[in-house]
């Protein structure tokens, strides 16, 4: 007799619950000059998502991105990876990496030397090392720079460097705080579409942020938007559109009524703002 595997048991996709991958509760954060960064945040991001943090400057977007990644403490509120404190993330199979602004490379090291840095970090032997590392920056299509310098790189290809080093641990959870904000518009939707097949290769789990309306519609499947003074959490928006999606997407009227709403908000998110500073 044929013996049921237990997966062929599981419901199919579209049945099963999504399970959440991170959940802020009632998170906040003062700094302890007395700043207000965040009022209490709750957000439950399901398994599989590609969520964008949006809204004006000072808002808390790096603030909230930082406390799902351990590296600031919430001052209430809990903040659960896998229904788990990020803190104890080391006992569960799942892993998250943080993708910053700007590329942080070391500028005397190869490339293969910078995105093998945090396996060399957690131990992992050389040689499962550096085919992991191969594997990585083919992903980013930069598998010929093995050798190269940083410098001898554009800023794009440097970025490129920089989320090689966040996929080579493998992780499930990418946040990605203004990845790309500093480079050209050609270049970033190069790298927006390279990001959006990685996410369905990889069956990843993000957090971007962006300043960009038209970069948060083309990525996400939801957009939360956040006002300032202080920062929370002022409207969600499902970007209830198929993947994949190529450039064509852009110059649809559905992205343009979804570009529409995202600007209407983030208007009112900043005139808020605006009033609240002049009072
Ligand atoms: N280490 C810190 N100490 C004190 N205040 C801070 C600190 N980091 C950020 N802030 C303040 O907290 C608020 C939120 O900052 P945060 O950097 O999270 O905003 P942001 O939405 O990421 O802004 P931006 O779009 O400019 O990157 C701002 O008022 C900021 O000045
Ligand atoms: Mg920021």
């Given at each position: 007799?044929?013996?049921?595997?237990?997966?062929?048991?599981?419901?199919?996709?579209?049945?099963?619950?999504?399970?959440?991958?991170?959940?802020?509760?009632?998170?906040?954060?003062?700094?302890?000059?007395?700043?207000?960064?965040?009022?209490?945040?709750?957000?439950?991001?399901?398994?599989?998502?590609?969520?964008?943090?949006?809204?004006?400057?000072?808002?808390?977007?790096?603030?909230?991105?930082?406390?799902?990644?351990?590296?600031?403490?919430?001052?209430?509120?809990?903040?659960?990876?896998?229904?788990?404190?990020?803190?104890?993330?080391?006992?569960?199979?799942?892993?998250?990496?943080?993708?910053?602004?700007?590329?942080?490379?070391?500028?005397?090291?190869?490339?293969?030397?910078?995105?093998?840095?945090?396996?060399?970090?957690?131990?992992?032997?050389?040689?499962?090392?550096?085919?992991?590392?191969?594997?990585?920056?083919?992903?980013?299509?930069?598998?010929?720079?093995?050798?190269?310098?940083?410098?001898?790189?554009s800023g794009g290809?440097?970025m490129?460097?920089?989320?090689?080093?966040?996929?080579?641990?493998?992780?499930?959870?990418?946040?990605?705080?203004e990845p790309f904000g500093a480079l050209d518009e050609i270049t970033r939707h190069k790298l927006d579409a390279d990001l959006?097949?990685?996410?369905?290769?990889?069956?990843?789990?993000?957090?971007?942020?962006t300043h960009s309306i038209h970069e948060a519609v083309f990525l996400?499947?939801?957009?939360?938007?956040?006002?300032?003074?202080?920062?929370?959490?002022?409207?969600?928006?499902?970007?209830?559109?198929?993947?994949?999606?190529?450039a064509?997407?852009m110059v649809?009227?559905?992205f343009?009524?979804?570009a529409?709403?995202?600007?209407?908000?983030?208007?009112?998110?900043?005139?808020?703002?605006?009033?609240?500073?002049?009072?």
């Amino acid at each position: 007799m044929n013996r049921i595997e237990p997966h062929t048991l599981a419901p199919p996709p579209e049945l099963a619950p999504s399970v959440p991958a991170v959940e802020v509760l009632s998170a906040e954060k003062t700094y302890t000059n007395g700043t207000q960064a965040l009022l209490p945040v709750d957000l439950s991001i399901a398994e599989g998502e590609f969520v964008t943090l949006l809204g004006p400057s000072g808002c808390g977007k790096s603030t909230l991105l930082k406390m799902v990644a351990g590296m600031l403490e919430p001052s209430d509120g809990r903040l659960l990876v896998w229904r788990k404190p990020v803190a104890q993330l080391h006992d569960c199979p799942h892993k998250l990496s943080f993708v910053f602004q700007s590329p942080t490379l070391m500028p005397w090291a190869s490339v293969q030397t910078n995105v093998r840095l945090p396996l060399d970090l957690g131990g992992v032997p050389r040689k499962e090392a550096d085919a992991r590392v191969m594997e990585s920056l083919a992903l980013v299509g930069l598998e010929k720079f093995a050798d190269a310098l940083p410098r001898a790189l554009s800023g794009g290809m440097q970025m490129r460097v920089s989320i090689a080093r966040g996929l080579v641990t493998q992780p499930d959870l990418l946040l990605m705080d203004e990845p790309f904000g500093a480079l050209d518009e050609i270049t970033r939707h190069k790298l927006d579409a390279d990001l959006l097949e990685l996410w369905r290769k990889k069956k990843l789990t993000v957090i971007f942020v962006t300043h960009s309306i038209h970069e948060a519609v083309f990525l996400s499947s939801r957009v939360v938007m956040m006002a300032a003074r202080p920062g929370r959490v002022v409207e969600q928006f499902h970007i209830d559109e198929p993947y994949p999606r190529s450039a064509d997407f852009m110059v649809t009227p559905e992205f343009a009524r979804h570009a529409k709403r995202l600007q209407d908000s983030l208007l009112r998110a900043s005139s808020h703002a605006d009033e609240e500073a002049t009072r």
